[in-house]
């Protein structure tokens, strides 16, 4: 806790200009942290919704298929009875 005091003393016996450029770089690294955390949050969420959506999207796309494959096999049995029928 010395280091603490030690700083303390220096910021006291410091100029105003001084003062106020570390004050002011202390706030700016201080929004910088809570906008990067803020932006990290978003991303996450983003990340997870996109996730979610491309999920819906390709099992929706995936059900489209397999009923044209359906529809498909159907047709195919259907021929081939047909031409079982015609032999």
Do not use: C, H, P
Not at 19 to 34: D, V
Not at 68 to 83: C, F, H
């Amino acid at each position: 806790m010395k280091w603490i005091e030690n700083w303390k003393n220096m910021f006291r016996d410091a100029k105003l200009s001084r003062k106020i450029t570390i004050t002011f770089l202390i706030t700016a690294l201080l929004i910088g942290a809570i906008m990067a955390v803020a932006l990290q949050i978003a991303f996450r969420i983003y990340d997870r919704q996109l996730y979610e959506k491309s999920q819906a999207e390709l099992d929706f796309f995936g059900q489209q298929v397999n009923a044209k494959l359906s529809q498909i096999e159907e047709l195919t049995v259907s021929i081939a009875w047909q031409m079982a029928w015609l032999l």
